[in-house]
């Protein structure tokens, strides 16, 4: 390496604002020891309220790692300023590509527009819930504060981040005078005085319309504790920072793989950086991760990295048309505007069926595999769960939720019931979850009560 | 910015919470893995894997069957199966989390778990007893003895201590000199220990009922007993009694299992037996005492009443008595079981368990020895 890291350091974020037309917050690199990189990166930020998941992931990812099983190269939290933890036992030439992989998110969360809204300072705002949090652990229990984040964990995809995360609760019942239109006859029909008009209850039904966000449901009309709504409030403001990484993750892991080997590639070229060697033993290690190893789970390493590349080419190594996709898209549409069949036979992508023991491939088609992706990808990797319209009988206060089967794959049921369980104790009252089924004459329902859940088939109505 | 150093600590911190919940766990699935393992006759060292697919949130979320998409499979095509083995499963790391862990343990280990939350009844650690085998305790305070044991610093500091009380203390220190009284003496004294003192009598039933199957369980049992108090009373005294029609006291635990097997029942004996050792050895006033018998319960009829009168004399001077009744389906006895009987004297210091299987000697442990 012909400069120091600090000075490769200037070089890279330099060559990517003025060569690549990328702009990013400033980011604050942080050398950590192994132990603690494993630990930052157990959870979606660097530090958070204690949780046995916690514990269990970083045993998990330390095992996995000490296995030699992944290699963890960076933890990367966006933010103004974003905050990138890297292995300070990494080669420096590791650590090179590691920091311009973080150059990579670091553009993609300052420029994506799913980013805009979230917290730019997340690291404080985390802090003071997680003293919060501890401060209730004293006061109600450690017990209590573990249910009560365990039932959140279940729900946490149940926000709706197209919604503001501060708005109001539902307009409430009335009754107003509604004047009907003037008849034709109205003249004869009616007495000298009288209108047409009526008395009509509005706003009868709760909630008006389909509710995703249960969270912010239960933090509104749950019979809880102001404690533990708080609590909710806590997990759903974090998870509002979350979602935009969830519903990105192939776009930005592979903007942040293509960055780095673009970037890395550019900052030579204009600064001979790296003899030859080096230079060929930093394209190797980019290359492992984004390879395409034979699996059954698509890396959006290797896929974000594979259909950006291609991008690039289709735009003879102009940046300029990738930049305004990484301003636009998430992953849904991206995959749906931008995977072709030229991708699928790169990458040898294929659908395959499991199916209690057995995995049989199913596809190798461009669109049945598209369709797929999507599928798999749509609310956030997760069953479509919801309350709908008038779910919520407010005099006997049982709860209605529904699953819509809209991704062909069941719900597992053992987790359905025990989530329900938990959430029948937090509501206080009964839950009824209609589960659709592979059969659309059927439907299956979990009823929660009193501590235990029953099964119901049903037919539909 | 700095980041708050336990916070940033959590890995560990939230690996104990994890680690809590994952004993938990295992603490309430111990009676099908002990029927499972050998963990009496397993080596120490063996190590178990345990599946906790259970640690997870619950959530809602998909069932395993469906459809995904892969990658690499250039060379299949539709109608292929694939079986694991052939595949490389993919990077871990980008698996969602809450897939199946298999962790290991010892056996070391799980007995250590499922001991935990163990603890002999009525303890009370007033009661000591005074061991006379004991230690010597360095004393350095003799003010005389030979030269060959004085004990120089203790002397320096008697020294000064005079000094100051005299006042001499600025004065230079080599005008003075350290006169007899000043000098200490290294010298051992007898200190008796006092420890806390518990008796645990085991008593067996060895008649010619008790069959092999039956021994087995009630060495299940001993088995525990000795790990758990090796791991928190191993100070306790033990006695071994067996009996037939007469009582036997036993050298250890050996001798019993082997005698067993042969003679009549008479379980009174061997609880008169036990009270007469009690008065001639372990008063109560000194002594924490307990019992823990073992039989099929197939008492000589007419000793039952003999047997509950022995066992409620006895009863006032013990802290615990732990009565398991074994019953396996090898036995064709018809008559009613001892512990019909004992079941009437109604105290709260004398607790009944039948035992039927493996699985039970768990429940037996539990019942005589967590607190309620």
Redesign the interface.
Known sequence: MKYSLQKTIEILEKVAEDSLGLNFYPIEFQWVPHEVLMSVSSGPFPIRFHHWTYGRDYYALSLHNRLGLSHLYESFFYGKPSYAFIKDSETPMDQILVIAHCIGHGDFSTNNSLFKYGNKNIVKTVIRHAERISKMETLYGEKQVEETLDLLFGLYFLVDTNKSLNRAPYPEPERVLVREPHGEFDDLLLEKNEKRERWQEINKEFPPFNEYDLLWFLYHYADAPDWKKEIIKIFREEMHYVTPIIKTKVMNEGWASFIEWLLVREADQRYSLFDESEFINLIKTHAIITSVAPSMFLSPYALGFALWKKLFTENSEDISNLLEIRKNYEDIGFIRDFLNRETVEDMGLFEYQRKNAITTVTSKDIEEIRSRLMNLMAHMYSPNVYLPRGGWDRNGGTLRLHFKRDTERDLDLTHAENILKALEKFWGNKIILEVETEDPQKILILEAVDGTVERKPLSQK | ?K??YD???????????????LRDIIKSRLPAIISKENIITGKRGKKVKISVDL?????????????????????????????QGE???????????GQV?EQEFTLSELIDIMLEDLNLPNLDDKKHAVNESESYELQARARHGGMHFIDKRQTFKEFLKRLVAQHKINQRVENQVITNEDMRFKSFIPRNKEILSAIIFFLLDASGSMDYETLYLVKAFFFYLNEFLKRKYDFVEREFLSHDTEAYIEPDEESFFKRAGAGGTCSSSVFLKTKELIDEKFPPSYWNIYLFYFSDGENFEGDMPLAVKAVKDILPQVNFIGYGEIRTDNSYYTGPLLSKFLKELGSEKLKIVTVRGKTDVYDALQIFLKEV
């Open positions: 910015m980041f708050p916070l940033f600590d959590r890995g560990k911190i939230d690996k104990r919470r994890y680690d809590k919940r640690l997870e949130v619950w959530q809602f979320k998909y069932g395993k069957n469906g459809k995904s998409v892969g990658m690499g499979g250039g060379n299949l095509t539709p109608g292929d199966y694939i079986t595949w490389i499963p993919g990077l871990p790391g980008q698996e969602p989390a862990y």
